[in-house]
């Protein structure tokens, strides 16, 4: 799984969580309503559908609430993965640090 990869990477964690910050700001900085890309206006209802099927519908303030309440999710999971990735570079930047102060065994001669 392609998200799993780059959770596993200490790089890809932050990336990820830095994008997925700055993608959450974004949506709480909107003041307006959007279904399909078209910016809703008072009274619009949004019906979304899956396969041609009809799967649910949301007024314009339900609509705005659901991009809020995603907005917040991906900021708060955005910078907790952003913050893992973080300290596992600092976790690993100072593991080799101890590995390369402790002296090598030497090495025997025949």
Excluded: H
């Excluded at 998200?3 to 790089?11: E, L, P, Q, S, T």
């Excluded at 910016?39 to 991009?67: F, I, P, W, Y």
């Excluded at 809020?68 to 690993?92: E, N, S």
């Amino acid at each position: 799984m392609f998200i799993w990869g780059i959770a596993k990477n200490k790089f890809g964690m932050l990336i990820l969580g830095l994008i997925m910050v700055g993608a959450g700001v974004y949506l709480l900085n909107q003041d307006k309503a959007t279904c399909g890309g078209e910016v809703m206006q008072a009274g619009d209802v949004c019906v979304t559908s899956r396969a041609g099927v009809e799967t649910g519908e949301s007024t314009t303030e339900e609509t705005l609430k659901n991009q809020k309440l995603g907005g917040y999710a991906l900021t708060g999971i955005g910078g907790v993965l952003a913050i893992a990735g973080i300290v596992r570079i600092i976790v690993g930047a100072r593991g080799k640090d101890e590995e390369s102060a402790q002296p090598s065994a030497p090495v025997a001669s025949a």
